[in-house]
């Protein structure tokens, strides 16, 4: 037994399962390249070649999955609160229904990955990829999103509440319905379509509405407006108005 660990713990690169680890799981990721409701909690993959791996409903809490390659991984219903994924390649991986409360995605790519439902309540996805992300009803309450890039994704009924959005980029980004009230937008690219949208107390200071759709948005108020900039084009609510953008020198 000794020796299976010692070459699991070689396999996995840093060391070995932590107590929560179970070894047989992690010689059945090894052997079948999943590993359906398995418990590895705590579990040392960073760097790991996970690309396609079948993990549905397996408890990764607190594992160190940095830089792993997870492209097109099967995470749906998954447990990875706290997890380390900084800089893991996510694409096209199915995370729908996963637990990522307060998970680590720093730098991670998530492009075109779907997380339907998914928990990401205080994750800190500060500069992720997240272009043509998927990710109706999920909880982004709290989270870390300054600097990610958005383009293009599909946040409807999205909880973005009290979120960290500073600089990031929502160019082409769908969020209909989606809760921003107390987030904060500052410098932020938020050219999207965003009908029924709550923005209750959300910083707009220096955010671009440049072709904006917001028709509907509620708890708007010209006081935000006036700190943001926008074009002909943006549709806002009745009433409220928006100053354009300084064009770039030539």
């Given at each position: 037994m000794r020796i299976l660990l010692l070459?699991?713990?070689?396999?996995?690169?840093?060391?070995?399962?932590?107590?929560?680890?179970?070894?047989?799981?992690?010689?059945?990721?090894?052997?079948?390249?999943?590993?359906t409701g398995c418990e590895l909690a705590g579990a040392r993959l960073s760097d790991a070649g996970l690309a396609g791996a079948v993990l549905t409903g397996s408890d990764l809490s607190r594992a160190d999955?940095?830089?792993?390659?997870?492209?097109?991984?099967?995470?749906?219903?998954?447990?990875?609160?706290?997890?380390?994924?900084?800089?893991?390649?996510?694409?096209?991986?199915?995370?729908?229904?996963?637990?990522?409360?307060?998970?680590?995605?720093?730098?991670?790519?998530?492009?075109?990955?779907?997380?339907?439902?998914?928990?990401?309540?205080?994750?800190?996805?500060?500069?992720?990829?997240?272009?043509?992300?998927?990710?109706?009803y999920a909880s982004l309450a709290g989270a870390d999103l300054a600097g990610a890039d958005l383009g293009r994704a599909i946040l409807s009924n999205v909880n973005l509440t009290q979120a960290d959005l500073t600089g990031a980029d929502l160019s082409g980004a769908q969020l209909i319905?989606?809760?921003?009230?107390?987030?904060?937008?500052s410098g932020a690219?938020?050219?999207?379509?965003?009908?029924?949208?709550?923005?209750?107390?959300?910083?707009?200071?220096?955010t671009d509405l440049t072709d904006a759709f917001m028709t509907g948005a509620m708890g708007l108020t010209q006081a935000q407006l006036d700190?943001?900039?926008?074009?002909?084009?943006?549709?806002?609510?009745?009433?409220l108005s928006i100053a354009p953008c300084a064009r770039p020198r030539d």
């Open positions: 070459a699991l713990a070689a396999w996995i690169g840093l060391g070995g399962p932590s107590p929560a680890f179970d070894a047989d799981d992690l010689d059945r990721l090894k052997a079948e390249g999943g590993c999955l940095s830089r792993a390659d997870l492209k097109g991984a099967n995470l749906a219903i998954g447990n990875l609160s706290k997890a380390d994924l900084r800089g893991a390649d996510l694409g096209g991986a199915d995370l729908s229904d996963a637990n990522l409360a307060g998970a680590d995605l720093g730098r991670a790519s998530l492009v075109r990955a779907r997380l339907l439902r998914a928990d990401l309540a205080g994750a800190r996805l500060a500069g992720a990829d997240l272009r043509q992300a998927s990710l109706p319905g989606a809760d921003l009230s107390g987030s904060d937008l690219a938020l050219r999207a379509f965003m009908p029924r949208a709550e923005l209750a107390g959300a910083r707009l200071d220096g700190q943001a900039c926008g074009d002909a084009q943006t549709k806002l609510p009745p009433g």
